[in-house]
């Protein structure tokens, strides 16, 4: 998700803030790193994790949105499901973004990563994520790290690179990020329809955020 802000304009007053029925919102906080982080300069033996990385070039739509919908419905990830094919294609299969599968030994998948180069000099971890079985166990630091490996040694030099979490996702995840390197820069209230209401994850997707309609 890119984020954009106008500097003009007004950050929101204090107080509470009416968000009509059907629709979410959230708090963004986006985080950066300007350098590699020690734990990528550092050398030692890593953990014998039953993951690999499999890239996936020229996924067919249907293939992204099962997986992206896999890893993402607990959390209620929408974006990508509100993209029709052709949309969601561009993206996708543009050259400057790296889209991967974690998949176990027995080649199921189980997580997906997701690098956006597309701004020079940047890299986003776009969407970083496993499967509902897969935490708790250690695999989101081998995962972090192949990440990073990657946006620092891509084909285009980086001096950034950046990720975001919200209000919505796990509420480790700000800490997880922080103890990986990245520092908050920014914090930002989305306000959308939720996508439960836009028919495009089932109602039972998230009890954590319950659904309010009109």
Aim: net charge negative.
């Amino acid at each position: 998700m890119a984020i954009a802000h106008d500097p003009a304009q007004p950050p929101l007053a204090h107080g509470f803030h009416a968000v009509a029925a059907g629709d979410l919102a959230a708090v963004v906080t986006a985080f950066e790193m300007h350098e590699p982080p020690a734990l990528l300069r550092r050398p030692g033996i890593e953990p014998d994790v039953p993951l690999q990385l499999e890239r996936w070039n020229a996924c067919a739509p249907d293939r992204y949105r099962l997986l992206y919908q896999r890893v993402g419905a607990p959390w209620l990830w929408w974006s990508r499901l509100a993209l029709d094919d052709a949309a969601l294609s561009a993206i996708i299969h543009d050259p400057a973004v790296e889209l991967y599968a974690v998949t176990d030994r027995a080649r199921v998948e189980i997580g997906m990563l997701e690098l956006d180069f597309r701004v020079p000099g940047a890299c986003e971890i776009a969407f970083f994520g496993l499967v509902p079985k897969a935490s708790g166990q250690g695999y989101g630091k081998w995962l972090m790290r192949r990440a990073l490996q990657r946006a620092w040694s891509g084909a285009e030099p980086v001096t950034k690179v950046w990720v975001h979490t919200c209000t919505l996702d796990d509420q480790r995840a700000a800490g997880f990020y922080q103890s990986q390197g990245f520092v908050p820069v920014a914090r930002f209230v989305e306000v959308f329809r939720d996508p439960r209401s836009a028919g495009l994850l089932p109602v039972e997707s998230s009890a954590l955020h319950p659904l309010i309609v009109d």
